[in-house]
């Protein structure tokens, strides 16, 4: 009897012990073990804001204060800073994981400084423009790998345009004023790809109709991050945009060189 209390009470020892046992011989280093993954950093907003100089001409089929008659442009960035007023121009976004909001504003406001008189007329004329673009989307992070990424949007850019003409006579002056304000719905994609720590390219394409026949905006481009915050990029960038509505046209293509900075927070 004295012997199976014995051998029963080294029984229930060993049943007790072992799952202690096996934890601390889990808890000792292994040769052959991976090393122990790092705390993954909880998921949060990323905001990062940009501001651009874009040098962009113009050129197309305007119809911008009917019922003047179209006018076939092809006005250089030169002479476009020659009458250039100012502009707001710059893109923000906020990612969470995967999910991407995203914005750019291009707001520009050109008029001359002068008063021009046309050869055998007794007035004189001044034409000033000034436009605002404002694109919305919302996109989701398709790849997210750490050589390259790639997103893709669905949004709505939106579009007021405003010219004023201003006919002087002597002391007399006229103004008469068309503006035009319209919608479309955009799909898009941008692919970033690094090819070092700090150097990489960047591609981003949107396309829409609605209230414009259609429209279309590409850019590419190179960057450079000097830290986690601060980054600056330079590349090319052409706007098309074919908007015909009640004898207002505007049938307009944007390019030009684009160089700017971002600020990551």
Known sequence: MLRLLTLG????????ATP??????????????????????????????????WAT?????????PPLPTAKVDIGFGTVLEHFDGAIMGTVEARYDRFILFGDILATKISPSKT?????????VKLESSSLIGLAAAGYRIVDDPLYSIDAFAGVRGFSLGTTLSVEAGPLVLHTKESRQWADAMIGARLKVNLTSNLYLSGIAFAGAGGS??????????????????????????FKTDYRRDNFIYNALQQGPLLGVSARF
Do not use: C, K, M
Not at 118 to 123: K, R, T, W
Not at 219 to 227: E, I, K, R
């Open 9 to 16: 009470a080294v029984l229930l020892s060993s049943t007790l």
């Open 20 to 53: 202690h046992n096996e934890a601390q011989a889990a808890d000792l280093p292994s040769r052959n073990a991976a090393p122990a993954s790092q705390p993954v950093a909880p998921t949060q907003w990323v905001i990062t804001a940009s501001a651009y100089v």
């Open 57 to 65: 001409g113009l050129e197309g089929s305007l119809r911008t204060l």
């Open 116 to 124: 021009l008189f046309p050869a055998g007329y007794p007035f004189g």
């Open 213 to 238: 026949r259609y429209e279309w905006d590409l850019y590419g481009g190179l960057g450079y991050a000097f830290n986690e915050r601060w980054s600056a990029f330079a590349g090319y960038r052409a």
